[in-house]
């Protein structure tokens, strides 16, 4: 058993002063005023007096960190998720590039075989392959060689249970709504991404089946007062959540406040889309088969176009609440319960909640990871 005790503990109801919480295995057992919770004597005992405690991250699109990159060698997933824990990431999904679909299944086989022996980090959901069903206008740093058409049969042993959670795809091509269909069908996530859609053809794909967008305004058309496109069409629908990369680079600070003001927390998650240069210097580094020239602010291709980004997710949530002024209980879901929703997993993880998921983090008041939980293990604390 794990006892948390004196710390300031951020519930999807309330915030809890001088609370307590109590883990079992890897559940939350129980949770609440440290005078309603004592310890059990053969509990280990954490003093988090000044600290305060929320869900563990969960980052929907993280292409690599520590020099690694998981389209280049999938084999890099566990390494890196072993240093996640560092940032408050608990859950995550491996982002594969457009690249040959073999590459995909050798990262499927990395996943699904079982963690190694002595594993200790933040734990991999799926992947999340971002292409190759992108529109060729609008490819980013993606390797245009590999780009193809949409197809049922390139999708055939994609799902949860091979290893894949979210597919990323421009619905506007060609056979891209009956893939969407298919994909929905076996409960994978489908995300508008890396598209030239118009507004129209935008509710075509949710219709069909999409749900989510892809780092929102990167890699699609400009919002036009005429023709909305598709970030017109993600920013309006109710139902559609989003993803939003806040290093103030791929999307300014201002327009930050203007997505949070459409979608707020229940429908905006953040994303790292962190490359091979989180948490190491800069330099050259790989996405894909490809080099990124990164300095300390960004990392870009050699003709300029921005390949990723070198924030991790903690930065990403501070600077969520510096660009908008919103509070850290309002900011907290971007990351937490909202992404576990997207995911289908809201009832187990993303909330500090009775029979929830002990993945959890201690920060200080400032917002620096402390320490990291993941299923009721200690995985890293400073």
Same mark, same amino acid.
């Given at each position: 058993?794990?006892?948390?005790?004196?710390?300031?503990?951020?519930?999807?109801?309330?915030?809890?002063?001088?609370?307590?919480?109590?883990?079992?295995?890897?559940?939350?057992?129980?949770?609440?005023?440290?005078?309603?919770?004592?310890?059990?004597?053969?509990?280990?005992?954490?003093?988090?007096?000044?600290?305060?405690?929320?869900?563990?991250?969960?980052?929907?699109?993280?292409?690599?960190?520590?020099?690694?990159?998981?389209?280049?060698?999938?084999?890099?997933?566990?390494?890196?998720?072993?240093?996640?824990?560092?940032?408050?990431?608990?859950?995550?999904?491996?982002?594969?590039?457009?690249?040959?679909?073999?590459?995909?299944?050798?990262?499927?086989?990395?996943?699904?075989?079982?963690?190694?022996?002595?594993?200790?980090?933040?734990?991999?959901?799926?992947?999340?392959?971002?292409?190759?069903?992108?529109?060729?206008?609008?490819?980013?740093?993606?390797?245009?060689?590999?780009?193809?058409?949409?197809?049922?049969?390139?999708?055939?042993?994609?799902?949860?249970?091979?290893?894949?959670?979210?597919?990323?795809?421009?619905?506007?091509?060609?056979?891209?709504?009956?893939?969407?269909?298919?994909?929905?069908?076996?409960?994978?996530?489908?995300?508008?991404?890396?598209?030239?859609?118009?507004?129209?053809?935008?509710?075509?794909?949710?219709?069909?089946?999409?749900?989510?967008?892809?780092?929102?305004?990167?890699?699609?058309?400009?919002?036009?007062?005429?023709?909305?496109?598709?970030?017109?069409? +993600? &920013? /309006?629908?109710?139902?559609?959540? *989003?993803?939003? =990369?806040?290093? !103030?680079?791929? @999307?300014?600070? #201002?327009?930050?406040?203007?997505?949070?003001?459409?979608?707020?927390?229940?429908?905006?998650?953040?994303?790292?889309?962190?490359?091979?240069?989180?948490?190491?210097?800069?330099?050259?580094?790989?996405?894909?088969?490809?080099?990124?020239?990164?300095?300390?602010?960004?990392?870009?291709?050699?003709?300029?176009?921005?390949?990723?980004?070198?924030?991790?997710?903690?930065?990403?949530?501070?600077?969520?609440?510096?660009?908008?002024?919103?509070?850290?209980?309002?900011?907290?879901?971007?990351?937490?319960?909202?992404?576990?929703?997207?995911?289908?997993?809201?009832?187990?993880?993303?909330?500090?909640?009775?029979?929830?998921?002990?993945?959890?983090? +201690? &920060? /200080?008041?400032?917002?620096?990871? *402390?320490?990291? =939980?993941?299923? !009721?293990?200690? @995985?890293?604390? #400073?």
């Amino acid at each position: 058993m794990l006892y948390i005790h004196q710390a300031t503990i951020f519930t999807p109801q309330t915030k809890i002063e001088n609370g307590a919480l109590l883990i079992e295995g890897k559940r939350i057992k129980k949770v609440g005023p440290v005078k309603d919770i004592p310890c059990p004597p053969d509990a280990v005992k954490i003093d988090a007096t000044g600290l305060l405690l929320v869900p563990g991250f969960i980052d929907l699109q993280i292409n690599g960190a520590l020099g690694h990159d998981f389209t280049a060698n999938p084999e890099t997933i566990w390494p890196v998720a072993a240093a996640l824990p560092r940032y408050g990431v608990t859950t995550f999904l491996p982002t594969i590039i457009t690249s040959p679909l073999e590459t995909v299944a050798q990262a499927q086989k990395v996943l699904v075989q079982s963690q190694p022996d002595g594993y200790r980090g933040a734990t991999p959901l799926g992947l999340h392959v971002e292409g190759p069903f992108l529109n060729p206008e609008k490819k980013g740093a993606h390797n245009p060689k590999y780009l193809r058409s949409p197809g049922l049969q390139a999708v055939t042993n994609w799902s949860p249970e091979t290893g894949i959670r979210l597919v990323t795809l421009a619905p506007e091509l060609p056979g891209a709504l009956e893939v969407v269909k298919s994909l929905v069908m076996r409960g994978v996530v489908v995300s508008a991404g890396h598209s030239n859609a118009t507004y129209a053809q935008a509710q075509a794909a949710f219709g069909a089946g999409v749900t989510y967008g892809t780092h929102l305004f990167n890699a699609m058309p400009a919002l036009h007062h005429r023709e909305p496109g598709l970030p017109g069409a +993600l &920013l /309006t629908h109710h139902n559609l959540t *989003v993803g939003l =990369i806040t290093d !103030g680079i791929h @999307v300014h600070p #201002t327009i930050t406040k203007l997505i949070w003001a459409a979608k707020g927390e229940q429908r905006l998650t953040l994303v790292s889309d962190a490359m091979a240069a989180l948490g190491v210097s800069p330099g050259q580094y790989q996405i894909g088969d490809q080099t990124v020239t990164v300095t300390e602010t960004d990392g870009r291709l050699v003709d300029g176009t921005l390949a990723g980004s070198i924030i991790s997710l903690d930065v990403a949530l501070r600077n969520l609440i510096d660009f908008t002024g919103c509070s850290l209980a309002k900011a907290l879901p971007t990351v937490t319960a909202t992404p576990a929703s997207v995911l289908g997993l809201a009832n187990e993880r993303g909330s500090i909640a009775l029979g929830s998921h002990a993945d959890m983090v +201690l &920060l /200080t008041p400032d917002l620096r990871v *402390v320490t990291t =939980i993941v299923e !009721g293990q200690v @995985v890293y604390s #400073t």
